[in-house]
């Protein structure tokens, strides 16, 4: 018998028998079948002893290597088999990707709550606190605290809902102030968002229930120069550093100067369209030095402290950033509206 | 408030275009609203003449025009079916091609067989009057042939709207608003007219002839008088009309409209009696007795009171003081002497009578805003002057001047140090003086202080803030540099606003739009859905002069907010849609006080799909769901939901009250099928509201705490039980908690079921519990030890069958 000679056989065998195997399991039977127990290379061990002494280093050591080799080719198949196999799973399992994914139903926020919050968070950063107020006013915080006496034609400005012969429906968000006045020293910097009633018939620039933010700042040695720093930064944060801005001579009785403030038109750029009344510019905001009467019935020292308010329609605020054309349209609550911020 | 620029231009020298003149205005702080061209749409209208009239061959109501267009004899024919043309008379032409005011463009056309080459036009198809006139309009004889329209009429001018604050009575007058323009941007003088008139020589001195008494010298602090006899009543000469149109105001005959010219002018309303028809000549001032009436000039009975200021003689009121004149001492074509009135009355007292009568009038806007008391005979004695030129009146010499409280101006200390403080500014006290003495006001230097002496026309200045604006307006706003305050203190948000943000945040996340609705309702929508037998939604607080029935009352809840824009969206076809909203609701707290104000937070949905425990109420337990994970993430100790039938808007069966511990903070429930149906509600929508007060109040304060994560297997073991349908699944889950001891971690539902396999009146309910322990692993008969004193518990409790064990 020659073993070398079988052996050099069973590796031809083994060779052209793993060009063969398409799968795991004849893999698994081709491994019995030359490395177990039973199988063909181990049958060549089980013959050592039948063969002369001086020729078994030879066939063990080929043996071993034989081992060695189709072991080797029996993993490298697999590997190749595994890669195979799993290629041929992934493109089973392949899926359209530009289907749809699953309608999450995400709630949206309302247009007047995010110009509200994109106002809050910017007199946040400059060290504003936000201040509330209620909704229905006495005529002395609506008025009087505000300097409006009774008979005073500022009156006329704003046309108020009673409630009685005591209370009515806060006119502007302005009494914020004097409240917080009372409640605190100054140092002050409050913003108070509110809603806010007028009598005024409802259209498309109108609504008898509007928004309003209303901004307070008391210290030492507050200045005109502060206001209108302070403005042009909100107008900056809101509409961008490209816009101008205006301060022009205007009339507030709880303040002395006033200044309403304009911007240059969003949509013409100061060119003059419909938006701006062919004006270029948009007023956007009240605001003034608060008048020394208001600083003294809330008691404050008006010689020693001084400061400055403001007041913004959110409303107006939010026709102008998101473009509406309609105030009603916010109150209208359509899904299809809020669905769009 | 509207001005004329032409006429502007007769008081200051300007040579400021239209445009640069609104600028100039407005950044002043006298906004312009808006401009006006008078001859707008006119460029192209010419004055013919129309030479021959001849009869159209084909229709017995047109005529054919020969107009001649020009000197050099062009001719066009027009035909025309107007009933006053004339051969001779010089007309305003549109050729073809011209496009009128109102748009018309005017094209050659072909009227009965005659080409019409262009249109004789009327007054109303030019734009100059309202109301449709019959013919055409006519002009004078000695109109140019061939000239502008624009020209002959003298509508080469600007009307300028002005909206002026109630600190700017000053420029209701075109001489106070001279005075703007030249104390801010021009300087030099004003042109003031120049005041000139005879006083006859045969009449005796006015106070012979007539006598003024002021007995409430408080509402009345001066009354001037003088005494202009026969006067020629006839039209004012066109220059006059033409201005007091470009003001707005109408002409009526020369001497009313003499008078509504120096109101112009001079800020100073002036009244013209009829001199004959005021009893003994004595015009006696003061308050009105109760219930004493009065004509007044429209006609209308007024019914006076005590605190309101007549204008009298002995026989009763002539008009009512500073608002409006009586019918009966009117002017009118009879009139042959005339007293002129120039007052100052007291604002207050103007504004409350012509409030309390309805009554608004230019005269009224004026005096209520405060006139210049010490320019009260200058304007009379500037319609004297007109009184005399323009009405061949006689000027009765002397006037009488009631003066019982003499004008004091003002004295106001202005601080150069605060001045600068105030504006941000650097400025000398040499140069803020010379500010002010640009505007008029008298000013004294001392070493920083500047003593300011307040003029009668500044009826607006009373303190040094005031005289700071004035500063401010003179320097520019826009020239003031910017500076940002620093500030000290951090800005933030109060834990209640955070809270809300939250909520906010939780609910949207959740799915729900959050919306914003009228706090003003109508009270019918309560009791369309039955809202009202609430007894809480039915503490109404009602608006006193109320915009209409929509916007009457303030909401008492959230829910018709909700309600309302969930039917909206319905009958616009959205198929799914889930709303919140926070916001205050109000509640009647008796006559005279301050009504309750309570932050609500309301929701409701539809379109629900999933049917989740086979209930048929899919939108329920969505909005229960989205309300227990809120609950869950602002840490809301101890809350249910406990079944409630007591809300007559609500399905009896599918209602359930919120509570957290005892206290009940809402309701959640199926809006009641009826409502649903009449409401437009798709059938399952399902409605919270909760007092967010109370629920913030309700909510710990916690800080986040860590918990060990447990090092231990957890053993689960399901549990499904058949029990009557009447019982809660809510006590069957406290009683498992009852007795799963400290082992227990977890209890959840995966079924319910009624069905075939269960028996009548029954239900089946399937419980998945979770078994951990913190120190060790659990053995399987440590945990069905626990497990079977649930069971038996259960069993017992509920006579409960259990399946499958």
């Known amino acids: 018998m020659d073993l070398l000679k079988d052996l050099k056989e069973i590796e031809k065998k083994a060779e052209e028998e793993l060009k063969e195997i398409k799968n795991l399991d004849m893999l698994e039977e081709m491994r019995i079948k030359y490395l177990g127990k039973k199988g063909a290379v181990q049958s060549i061990f089980n013959q050592m002893g039948k063969i002369d002494a001086e020729q078994r280093p030879a066939v063990g050591k080929n043996a071993n290597k034989l081992k060695q080799k189709i072991e080797k080719w029996l993993s490298e198949h697999k590997e190749k088999l595994e890669k195979k196999a799993a290629a041929e799973r992934f493109k089973k399992e392949k899926i359209d990707v530009t289907l749809p994914g699953k309608e999450i139903k995400a709630g949206t926020t309302h247009p007047l709550s995010l110009i ?24 002395y915080y609506n008025f009087e605290a505000l300097n409006i006496p009774e008979h005073h034609p500022a009156r006329d400005l704003q046309d108020t809902l009673y409630i009685n012969d005591n209370y009515l429906l806060r006119t502007h968000t302005s009494p914020v102030q004097v409240r917080t006045m009372e409640a605190q020293e100054p140092p002050v910097r409050i913003i108070a968002p509110g809603r806010v009633y007028r009598s005024d018939e409802l259209d498309a620039s109108h609504s008898p229930i509007f928004h309003q933010a209303e901004g307070l700042v008391i210290d030492r040695d507050i200045s005109f120069s502060d206001l209108k720093g302070t403005i042009e930064l909100i107008v900056e944060a809101l509409f961008g550093a490209d816009r101008d801005v205006r301060f022009r001579p205007s009339y507030f009785p709880f303040t002395e100067p006033s200044a309403e403030v304009d911007v240059s038109c969003i949509v013409c750029e100061g ?51 998101y473009g509406i054309d309609d105030i009603r349209v916010l109150y209208e609550n359509d899904k299809r509206f809020l669905h769009q911020f | 408030m509207q001005i004329s620029y032409k006429w502007l231009k007769e008081y200051v020298d300007f040579n400021y275009t239209p445009d640069e003149l609104t600028e100039k205005l407005t950044m002043a702080g006298l906004e312009v609203e808006g401009m006006e061209y008078l001859g707008e749409g006119l460029e192209d209208i010419i004055i013919g003449k129309i030479e021959k009239i001849e009869e159209h061959p084909n229709a017995d109501k047109l005529v054919i025009c020969r107009v001649m267009l020009n000197k050099q ?31 018309m463009r005017i094209e050659k056309s072909d009227l009965r067989g005659v080409i019409s080459e262009g249109m004789i036009c009327s007054i109303d198809e030019l734009g100059l009057a309202e109301e449709r006139a019959d013919g055409i309009m006519i002009l004078s004889d000695n109109a140019p042939l061939g000239g502008s329209i624009i020209d002959h009429l ?5 009307i300028l709207k002005l909206d002026l604050t109630p600190n700017y009575a000053r420029c209701l007058g075109m001489i106070g608003i001279a005075r703007e323009i030249k104390s801010l941007f021009t300087g030099g003088e004003l042109n003031l007219p120049e005041i000139k008139f005879t006083e006859s020589k045969e009449e005796k001195n006015i106070n012979q002839q007539a006598e003024i008494i002021i007995e409430d010298p408080d509402l009345c602090p001066r009354y001037t008088g003088r005494l202009v006899k026969d006067v020629k009543i006839k039209a004012s000469p066109l220059w006059m009309k033409r201005k007091l149109k470009a003001a707005g105001i109408r002409s009526i005959n020369n001497v009313v409209d003499i008078t509504n010219y120096v109101l112009m002018e001079y800020n100073q309303p002036l009244h013209a009696f009829d001199f004959d028809k005021i009893k003994n000549s004595k015009i006696i001032v003061r308050r009105a007795e109760s219930e004493e009436e009065i004509l007044t000039l429209d006609e209308k009975t007024r019914v006076l009171d005590d605190e309101m200021l007549v204008i009298t003689d002995e026989d009763g009121p002539l008009a009512v003081a500073g608002v409006m004149g009586g019918y009966e001492s009117e002017v009118t074509e009879k009139t042959n002497n005339v007293l002129i009135e120039s007052a100052y009355f007291n604002p207050i007292s103007i504004r409350k009578t012509a409030k309390k009568l309805g009554l608004h009038s230019e005269s009224s806007h004026r005096f209520e805003r405060g006139v210049d008391i010490e320019k009260a005979v200058e304007a009379n004695n500037r319609a004297c002057q007109l009184l005399e030129k323009y009405a061949d009146g006689t000027i009765v010499p002397g006037v009488i001047d009631q003066y019982p409280l003499k004008y004091e101006s003002a004295e106001l200390e202005l601080e150069t140090k605060r001045v600068n403080q105030l504006l941000g500014l650097e400025l000398e006290t040499a140069k803020i003086a010379g500010m002010l003495e640009k505007l008029d006001f008298p000013v004294k230097v001392k070493e920083g202080i500047i003593n300011v002496k307040v003029p009668s026309f500044r009826t607006d200045v009373s303190q040094p803030a005031d005289l700071v604006e004035e500063i401010a307006r003179v320097y520019g706003y826009n020239n003031i540099p910017s500076t940002t305050p620093i500030s000290k203190q951090l800005g933030r948000r109060t834990v209640k606003q955070k809270f809300k943000k939250r909520v906010e945040r939780i609910l949207k996340a959740g799915g729900l739009d959050e919306i914003i609705t009228y706090s003003l309702q109508d009270k019918k929508n309560y009791s369309d859905l039955k809202l009202n037998s609430d007894s809480q939604f039915g503490k109404f607080v009602s608006i ?10 303030m909401r008492t809840t959230i829910l018709v907010g909700i309600i309302n824009t969930l039917a909206a969206n319905a009958r616009r076809q959205t198929s799914q849609m889930g709303v919140f909203e926070i916001g205050t609701a109000f509640y009647y707290n008796g006559n005279s006080s301050r009504p309750k104000e309570k932050q609500l937070l309301g929701g409701g949905i539809f379109g629900i799909e999933e049917n989740i425990w086979q209930e048929n109420a899919p939108e329920f337990y969505h909005l229960k769901g989205i309300l227990e994970i809120l609950f869950d993430k602002i840490q809301l100790k101890n809350y249910r939901f406990v079944s409630d039938d007591s809300r007559e808007y609500l399905h009896p069966g599918r209602t ?36 967010f007060d109370s629920l913030y109040k309700a909510t710990p304060k916690v800080n986040y705490h860590y918990k060990k994560l447990p090092k231990y297997p957890s053993v689960f073991r399901d549990l499904a039980v058949v029990v009557k349908d009447d019982i809660e699944v809510a006590e069957i889950l406290n009683a498992i908690k009852e007795k799963g001891g400290e082992i227990l971690k977890d209890l959840d539902i995966f079924d319910l079921y009624h069905g075939n396999q269960i028996k009548e009146g029954h239900k089946s309910i399937a419980f998945k519990l979770k078994f951990q322990s913190e120190e060790k692993t659990l053995r399987d008969d440590e945990v069905n030890k ?20």
């Open chain 1, 271 to 321: 060119e003059g369209c419909p938006l701006c009344s062919h004006t270029g510019w948009l007023e956007i905001m009240g605001s003034g030095m608060v008048h020394p009467n208001v600083l003294e019935m809330s008691g404050y020292d008006a010689d020693y402290y001084s400061g400055f308010a403001f007041g913004v329609g959110l409303d107006r605020l939010a026709l102008l950033k």
């Open chain 2, 544 to 553: 006193k002069n109320p915009l209409s029935e929509a916007f009457a009352i």
């Open chain 1, 116 to 139: 509200t919050e994109e106002l809050e968070e910017i007199f946040i950063g400059l060290g504003f606190s936000i201040a509330e107020g209620p909704e229905i006013e006495s005529e």
């Open chain 2, 656 to 691: 359930a009250e919120i509570y957290s511990g005892r206290e009940l903070l809402g309701f959640i429930g199926e809006i009641h099928p009826e409502i649903a149906e009449k409401s437009d509600l798709p059938a399952g929508t399902t409605v919270f509201e909760i007092d």
């Open chain 2, 786 to 805: 626990q497990f079977k004193k649930i069971i038996n518990y259960i069993s017992d409790k509920f006579s409960a069958e259990i399946r499958g064990n």
């Open chain 2, 154 to 158: 003298k509508l080469d001018d600007y």
């Open chain 2, 73 to 103: 004899g062009k001719v066009m024919t027009v035909v025309t079916g107007a009933p006053n043309v004339e051969e001779g008379k010089m007309v305003p032409v549109a050729e073809a091609g011209t496009v009128l005011p109102n748009g």
